[in-house]
């Protein structure tokens, strides 16, 4: 048997000698590459056997091209989705096994759309601001293209002529000028709907060497053709001098920042990492002058090191902004972009930890690479560190800053906006134990591709909740969203990176948000300290308002779980009723609530087998609400899950809370162990607009101290605030001490 496998494959190998296509994703020596490595790399064998499964099936069951009517979730989307995927496999398939029952399969399919597409109008479904063919908005079209381009150049000199001049002239071209030219307020943005056009027509283009696609996809529709790339400092392609922005280098220039941070967030940078990568692929086979991935110092690679660095010890994307909860490393998206950091950024052999945990690789030279190197045991875990990742262009736009200590993930946002698909919600922050939430950001009001909620589509309450401040871990002032709920409002300003730092025993990220209230200034500060006596990291949050008196705050907490007991009287409300009528209020009902009694408010809570305990200082005017989502509701679209506010009327103020995670319970064995907080007192020691100084003591006894400075960041300023015995000193930023018994 491996006789006749050697046999076949120096015959198909020779016969491919001669071969221009394909040259795309694959190449004729990558492809011989593969056909040589079979049985050699088992990763690769398997993803191969896998592959070959799926698409055999859906040639066994045949070809369906239905008319389209559908939104997403609904038949006939799902089926060209199905469609465009199957091609792709089933192009890597034929050129890895030469077997022509994959050439068939591609060919007649893309027969039955060239016949079909000519008879079509604009998609019936009249939700998308850019209605599609195919599907109900370009941007799947655009998916459609890109994946079927790569199934294109797999058979393209294995087809008749004819029918690549039919193939070319009836179907790709008209259907690349549908989403470009006829389409330009979806193709000519900074967008990652944009980014899928950019290379869904750049993508067509280098198979058919049209280079006028080409062009729009690099430089927009608006540009002139240059007789020559510009070159940047790198050798990479740079933007034309004097044009409109537009196109897939404008993409980049735009979107990312320095550090590889995606201004969406990385819901979005996943889906949008996709056509940025597999087109890079396709431009550094066929256009290698370009120097694509070198393009911004290698960003394309770092942005798969930032997506990779926001996730929890699960690999789970942090769900901010527009995004559902679960997504992760192990989406095809990832599959694709590990591999290709791997293969193209210089062998990063922790890089291979994470492919052996997604379990497959790309059929492409960056997929044998990768499985090459682990059947060659070169794998090591992957480090995931703390790290502030900063927002914009040019890194001068905000940030997010992720704290890890353990099995504990902070994450605070400081970024920009995040344009349409942004949340209100500057300052917020996402508390992980491990995989699980402790501290929760709500995510997207949205059931992806599940037609039974409103076609898979985002719901209206995506709107009027998720995307509103009330819905987020942070302040809200006079129960008014963030600049007022305003979009554009928003896009005009960031927020401001103040402080961050990490040591063996203390991390800190600290931010400021100048422009959401007028006449407010907000500074959070939050702190991972890793304290002798405490089983895990204990976290510190300090949020500084200064604002006019008789100002009114509400401060949200999410958390994850069932409450177990509070040192307050809670009153419980027999009637519910929603909190308010806008700015998401009115999508919370308001179950119990209490008037601060003492000077700490203490809530401990239960989840997956895990005790957490939050404790706040309180003043005495102070109320603590006790929420949860699901007011005015009526499809049940939103999760019921609980909340608290901190609802405190002054003027400039500090609010202070530590967050415990603590002990275990077992179902087995019915035993609590360390159930209750370990804090047995917190006092603020200093709140003014200069200084923060916190002191907690432990129930064994320990007191601590954290001073932070406001106003001066240098690491070489001496503080001192209070006076005789009271009087506290330090250097830097911050202090935090153990103070002696």
């Known amino acids: 048997m491996r006789v006749l496998k050697v046999i076949l494959i120096l015959l198909v190998s020779f016969g491919l000698q001669a071969q221009e296509h394909p040259n795309l994703v694959l190449t004729v020596e990558g492809v011989e590459s593969m056909r040589s490595s079979l049985g050699s790399a088992p990763f690769f064998d398997q993803t191969v056997a896998d592959v070959r499964q799926q698409v055999d099936a859906e040639v066994k069951s045949g070809i369906d091209v239905p008319i389209p009517k559908d939104l997403a979730g609904g038949y006939t989307h799902e089926r060209h989705k199905a469609n465009f995927f199957t091609m792709q496999k089933a192009g890597v398939l034929f050129q890895i096994t030469g077997e022509e029952k994959y050439a068939r399969y591609i060919r007649d399919m893309l027969l039955q759309y060239a016949e079909m597409y000519p008879t079509l109008d604009k998609h019936p479904a009249t939700r998308s601001y850019a209605r599609g063919k195919f599907f109900w908005q370009c941007l799947n079209d655009a998916n459609w293209l890109v994946y079927t381009s790569q199934a294109y150049d797999c058979i393209y000199d294995w087809l008749d002529k004819k029918i690549v001049k039919k193939l070319n002239e009836e179907l790709f071209r008209p259907y690349a000028e549908y989403i470009s030219i006829e389409n330009p307020q979806f193709f000519n943005r900074i ?71 995606y201004t969406e967030g990385p819901y979005y940078q996943r889906y949008a990492l996709y056509p940025f990568l597999i087109f890079a692929q396709g431009l550094t086979n066929k256009k290698p002058e370009l120097r694509i991935l070198n393009y911004r110092n290698d960003l394309l690679i770092k942005a798969v090191y930032a997506l990779i660095n926001q996730t929890n010890t699960a690999g789970e994307f942090f769900p901010i902004n527009d995004a559902q909860k679960g997504m992760s490393l192990a989406s095809r998206e990832l599959v694709n972009a590990v591999s290709m950091a791997y293969h193209y950024g210089g062998n990063d052999p922790q890089l291979l930890s994470l492919i052996e945990k997604q379990g497959r690789v790309p059929l492409n030279d960056s997929g044998l690479s990768a499985a090459i190197g682990i059947t060659e045991g070169k794998s090591q875990p992957y480090e995931f560190n703390s790290l502030e990742l900063t927002d914009g262009a040019n890194g001068d ?47 997207s009001a949205r059931w992806v591709n599940i037609e039974h909620k409103d076609g898979g589509g985002y719901l209206k309450e995506n709107t009027s909740w998720a995307k509103q401040t009330i819905a987020h871990n942070t302040l809200v002032v006079d129960k008014d969203s963030h600049f007022d709920g305003k979009v554009d409002d928003a896009e005009k ?10 040591s063996d025993k203390v991390g800190i990220v600290s931010a400021r948000e100048l422009n959401a209230y007028k006449n407010v200034e907000m500074h959070r500060t939050m702190a991972v300290l890793e304290i002798d006596e405490l089983e895990k990291p204990l976290v510190l949050d300090l949020f500084s308002v200064q604002a006019p008196p008789g100002t009114r705050y509400d401060l949200p907490l999410y958390y994850m779980g069932e409450l177990m007991s509070t040192n307050q009287k809670v009153k419980t409300n027999s009637d519910l009723l929603p909190m308010g009528r806008e700015s998401g209020y009115q999508h919370l009902w308001l179950e119990g609530q209490a008037d601060a009694a003492g000077d700490l408010f203490r809530m401990t809570w239960f989840d997956n087998m895990n005790f957490y305990t939050v404790t706040s200082v309180v003043s ?19 999760r019921r899950d609980p909340g608290l506010i901190h609802r405190r009327t002054s003027g400039s103020t500090l609010f202070a809370s530590l967050y415990e995670m603590h002990g275990r319970y077992s179902y087995a064995d019915e035993i609590p ?6 804090i047995n007192n917190v006092e603020v ?34 503080h001192a605030i209070g006076s005789g015995d009271a009087r506290l000193t330090w250097t830097g930023v911050y202090d935090f001490r153990k103070l002696d018994k």
């Open 493 to 502: 300003s960031s927020g401001d990176p103040y402080f961050f730092s990490t």
């Open 397 to 443: 736009e905000g940030a997010i800053g992720v704290l890890r200590s353990n099995d504990l993930t902070l994450m605070m946002k400081y970024a920009k906006h995040g344009m349409g698909h942004g949340h209100f919600d500057r300052l917020g922050f996402l508390l992980y134990d491990g995989a699980e939430e402790v501290i929760q950001d709500y995510g």
């Open 620 to 638: 005495p005017d102070d109320k603590l609400l006790f929420t949860r989502i699901g007011a005015n509701d009526p499809s049940f679209n939103l």
């Open 673 to 678: 162990i360390n159930s209750f907080s370990s």
């Open 685 to 718: 020691v200093d709140a003014s607009e200069k200084y923060m100084a916190l002191q907690f003591e432990l129930k064994s006894g320990e007191q601590y101290q954290f001073v932070f400075s406001l106003k001066d960041d240098r690491s070489s300023s001496q």
């Open 191 to 261: 967008h990652n709907h944009s980014t899928w056009g950019n290379a869904g027509v750049g993508m067509i283009g280098l198979v058919m060497e049209d280079e006028e696609l080409l062009q729009w996809a690099l430089y927009g529709l608006d540009m002139q053709v240059p007789g020559d790339y510009v070159k940047d400092n790198d050798g990479g392609a740079i933007q034309l001098e004097g044009q409109k922005e537009a196109g897939f280098l404008a993409q980049i220039n735009h979107a990312f920042s320095p550090d590889g941070y």
